[in-house]
């Protein structure tokens, strides 16, 4: 198989791992697959060079190293300048210009504005619009993919930790997600649907899971536009105020990652922080949305790419096997949509249609912590982390979640630069 530019490195073993963990789900690794390789090596407006490039840069934002790695091999075996791989002093100015977008669409989305697409497209070494929406279609795949490497807990075993992956593997230890869960429930106890006189349960299990969707799926009363922002607005305070993972100051980026890391200093912000200024405007998919905008315009500036994009959006979103840890014949739809709905809604993107009050009562707080985690400080997560939250599931069904994850945040990532590409051009 091949992921890289022209040729793949002869020792593809790290590379078949993720493979094999994302081929749990056969129908979503075709569509994955072919969109990497047609991004990567079919034609298009880059240079092969670039591409695998900005893979790279895509990779250490996050401090991916199982990528970072992965393509810095690829980028030798092709043959391009080995002086690019000591860091982006030495790199194209014209390619070294991508940096602010990447950082921006890797950790604040929303920032991005038209400016900063006019900058590229102006002065000596311009890029076309065609090869700005490459690239950003690459750092959106590049970033996203890096959270399912880490949330999957797959970084550990790939850098050697003696953790093998197995179907229901739960751990017992009390990890650091844990005890920070713990700690932050016992401070909120009146925000937690699952407490009973502050004492707090166990996540909610499956069959009560189930009980909640079935219900939810009965439930015919409508809410009014107002009540539908404000229980939108409430989750989304929620995710602002959710810890992530590991609250302890991170580690200095690696030499090996910092060198292709502008600003390293700059990281994921909460969108709706309490009491913080200028708070940016929600981002609501009525008036920008993929199947409507954003489809379009991509596949207008970068020929085909919309297709293998929708596909794979597609396989993600409405993949079901209508069972659950085991039981069968059950209707996961609303449990997914809340999935996907949450990880926009931590990036500030309200779908207007949904009554976010579901959120709530199918996701409990390790999940979401969980999930906040994997979009926002991937390389925090560790395999306990992994192991320690939807005990019940099994393992192919937290890697259906985990490519959720993925999708959900690339969509999100896209839906905000293309939206400020359009805002360009118009």
């Not at 993972?245 to 912000?269: L, M």
Request: one cysteine or more; a negative charge.
């Amino acid at each position: 198989m091949r992921y890289g530019s022209k040729n793949s490195p002869t020792d593809s073993s790290n590379l078949d791992h993720v493979t094999k963990v994302i081929a749990y789900h056969p129908r979503y690794l075709d569509h994955f697959l072919n969109t990497q390789k047609f991004i990567m090596q079919c034609d298009g407006p880059l240079p092969y060079e670039y591409r695998n490039y900005i893979a790279i840069m895509a990779a250490a934002r996050h401090k991916c190293t199982y990528l970072v790695n992965l393509y810095e091999e690829i980028f030798l075996a092709n043959g391009y300048d080995p002086s690019w791989l000591k860091g982006l002093e030495h790199i194209p100015a014209k390619l070294r210009a991508i940096s602010d977008i990447n950082k921006i669409l890797a950790h604040r989305p929303w920032l991005l504005n038209k400016e900063h697409i006019e900058r590229l497209t102006k002065g000596q070494n311009s890029w076309s619009l065609s090869e700005v929406v490459h690239a950003i279609v690459l750092l959106a795949h590049y970033h996203s993919l890096s959270s399912f490497v880490f949330s999957c807990g797959l970084t550990q075993e790939l850098d050697g930790a003696s953790h093998k992956i197995e179907n229901n593997n739960v751990l017992t230890q009390k990890t650091a997600f844990n005890r920070l869960n713990d700690l932050y429930n016992s401070q909120h106890p009146e925000n937690l649907p699952n407490s009973e006189d502050g004492k707090i349960r166990p996540e909610v299990s499956v069959d009560a899971l189930m009980q909640r969707m079935k219900h939810l799926s009965e439930k015919s009363d409508e809410c009014s536009e107002t009540e539908l922002s404000n229980r939108f607005k409430h989750v989304e305070q929620q995710a602002a105020e959710l810890p992530p993972v590991v609250r302890e100051t991170p580690a200095e980026v690696p030499q090996q990652i910092g060198r292709y890391v502008d600003d390293p200093c700059f990281t994921y912000q909460d969108f709706a922080r309490r009491g913080a200024e200028n708070i940016p405007q929600t981002f609501r998919i009525q008036d920008y949305s993929w199947d409507d905008h954003g489809y379009s315009l991509v596949n207008r500036l970068y020929n085909d790419v919309g297709f293998y994009l929708d596909d794979k959006f597609r396989a993600a979103y409405n993949l079901t096997y209508y069972t659950i840890a085991g039981r069968t014949n059950v209707d996961t739809s609303k449990f997914r949509r809340a999935i996907w709905n949450y990880i926009q809604c931590i990036y500030g993107i309200r779908h207007d249609d949904y009554d976010y009050g579901e959120v709530n009562q199918l996701l409990d707080r390790s999940l979401k912590m969980f999930i906040k985690t994997a979009c926002c400080f991937p390389e925090r997560i560790t395999k306990m982390d992994y192991d320690s939250v939807l005990v019940e599931l099994q393992h192919s069904e937290k890697v259906h979640i985990n490519l959720m994850i993925l999708e959900a945040r690339n969509q999100a990532e896209l839906l905000y630069a293309l939206r400020e590409v359009m805002r360009y051009m118009t």
